[in-house]
């Protein structure tokens, strides 16, 4: 029960985290299609605008320098770089950010060195919200998973509540429509761009004080949050959700839980041939926990392709 | 704009010459430069069987990296089972296996990859190769766990392969023969399917041809010699980790391709070379030699989005007949504002790098906090004088200031010269 009740927790918590670093892909990746390989870089700048906030005006303040400094970031990617490169495809655009990812890392690296950075939250914020267990469990973890869940609730309005989301809903699915009905269409996208990357930034802020602030945050992150706007369905915040939530609770699962292929099939009398098998089937579902959001994506894309909560492909 | 490719007189000269050079190098190169030799080719024969799924198909796939890990793995095992006199395998033949591993994996993988086009294909294949990446380190029955597998050449056929010369000719043969098997097959009626399944798909279906069945194969063919290239690398390093199948290593062939050119056929390989070549070197010099690459990597995207093939193809089919004279000022123009915007960068970078090091910041605690000059290579500078910080902005002002001019001389050199070659 304790197992459950903490894998849960976590794994919700580690969900949610991962939502908040995804939500901008959706817009980015999702609603305009521009595979942006650096998002996860862009992560990664807003922690370290964060780490640099905290050193000179406070951590609330870095909250809300970070989204500002790396939505104009995104802004300029968008205006001067993006926008020529489109014309040739996805593969450029792909390219493009993944020098861009380089780029970044490197100058954060020449600037901040190469190890992770001392990116603490104030002291007034680290106390255990509760013991579960006898374990104090931290009050951060909950402000990560409610910055999450505002976040989502924020976007969720704009975009199906409000005039500027209706055209940018309209605007991914029929682009000259909306640009014959009079509307700016690169302003639109350079605006959906600036907001992805923005909340990013933000992400990075808040994520950043509780978990490594390190020149690998950008790797660690970078693949897994094409995953989740994969699986959740392109362009689909509420899939973004349920993908971020599912891989989390997986993953948290996964690295408690003791037991392999082969004890899986030792229930139908299949055990001592697995083992004699040896491989994969005797590899601890522990040690792959890295694996299954991969495994996740690589069976939604061959069975529901449109990502279980999107409706087109 | 698709006809059969065919091979000119003078580009077959062209190629007997290149081939000539590459076979004499090794009499010429010192021992290291022979070593990144041998790199240099496993990455051009790995950027070549790359591009024939993405440059002829159409395919971009994201997770190379795993057929290219697949063959080095399978090679290892084989020298591994020759070591210990399990199995006589002549070391040569050694890349046979890991084209086999190559092709079995690629038609395997390749069969649910293909199902899905465009962006779903890069995902499926990025995942694909993402579960080899999470799952190796884990695996050690198979990838020897996080330190990998070592292993070590066996003599055969009265040669050593003790030092890198030997490799470095077994290496020549098997990119040589592969690169020319990549060719003859971009000139099978399969290959001309290929490119036909690019431009259209659909017509391809209508017309009667099974493409999920076509995209595989094409698919496995690449990989099988993404694998050859992957098993050369095992020989040349007798080494391996699982590091090889990261999203970095399948990223970078995508990017060298592009870099070298996707539309051209030895565009490619040319990229490979010279992408690896620069990475050899400067990561000798400068801890930031990935800034710099990430640099070029964005500035080749932006500015020639056909790559060095496509501009020296572009060269080659525009300016026939026109005279080369007319271009001496307007390209040594163009070479100086690039040097001067990469010298003042270079220069930049370099000293914000030393200046924020952990040394300079010693030095100074040692002299009392004070400001102490710095030194880079070989010259010292003081840190608080504009001079200093003028070397970097100066000749990227000047280089800014040249570009409009050399960009007008190059344009106006090139509308002359077609017009010359039109006429």
Known sequence: ?313 | MSTVPTITARQLVLIVLGLAILAALPLVLSPSLVNAAIKMLIAALFALAFSLAMGQAGMLSFGHSAYYGLGAFAALHLMKAVEDHVLAWPTPFVPLVGAAAGLVAGIVFGWFATQRTGVYFAMVTLALAELLFTLAPTWNSLFGGESGISTMRMPSWALSFGNDVHVYYLTLGWVVVSAWCLWAFTRTPMGRLAVAMRENEHRVRFLGFDTHLARTLVFAISAMFTGVAGALLAVANEASNYTIFSAQASANVVLQTFIGGAGTFLGPALGAAVMTFFARVTSDLTRSWLLYQGLIFVLVMLFVPDGIGGLIALHARRLRGAAISRFVVPYLLCAAVGLLITAGVVFGVESVYVLLSDAYVAQRRAAGGAVVPYRLVGWTFDPLSPLTWSLAVVPVLLGGALLPLARARTLLAWDKAIHEAER
């Open chain 1, 1 to 313: 029960m304790e197992f459950l009740v903490i894998s849960t927790l976590n794994g919700v918590v580690h969900g949610l985290l991962l939502f908040m670093v995804s939500a901008g892909l959706t817009l980015i990746f999702g609603m305009m299609g521009v595979l942006n390989f650096a998002h996860a870089w862009f992560y990664m700048i807003g922690a370290y605008i964060g780490f640099t906030c905290t050193r000179t005006i406070g951590f609330w303040p870095g909250l809300i320098a970070a989204p500002i400094i790396v939505g104009s970031l995104g802004v300029l990617i968008e205006r001067f770089m993006l926008r020529r490169v489109h014309r040739f495809g996805h593969a450029h655009e792909l390219l493009l950010t993944f020098g861009l990812a380089f780029i970044i890392e490197e100058v954060i690296k020449l600037f901040y060195g190469d190890f992770p950075v001392n990116y603490a939250m104030p002291s007034y914020m680290k106390f255990a919200a509760f013991t579960l267990y006898g374990i104090d469990y931290p009050f951060y973890r909950l402000f990560i998973g409610g910055v999450a869940i505002l976040i989502f609730a924020v976007l969720y309005v704009l975009l199906v509540r409000t005039r500027v989301g209706l055209i940018v809903r309209a605007a991914t699915l029929r682009p000259a429509m909306v640009e014959a009905l009079g509307h700016n269409l690169p302003v639109v996208f350079m605006g959906v761009f600036a907001t992805g990357a923005g909340l990013a930034g933000l992400a990075g802020a808040v994520a950043g004080a509780f978990f490594p602030t390190g020149p690998s945050m950008g790797v660690d992150f970078g693949t897994l949050v094409f995953v989740v706007v994969v699986v959740g369905g392109l362009g689909s915040l509420e899939g973004a959700l349920l993908a971020s939530l599912l891989i989390g609770l997986f993953m948290s699962f996964s690295v408690g839980f003791d037991g392999s292929l082969a004890d899986l099939l030792g229930l139908v009398g299949l055990g001592d041939w697995a083992r004699g098998t040896g491989g994969l089937l005797t590899l601890q579902l522990s040690t792959i926990a890295a694996s299954t959001p991969f495994l996740l994506m690589l069976l939604v894309l061959l069975f529901r392709p449109a990502g279980l909560l999107g409706d087109r492909q």
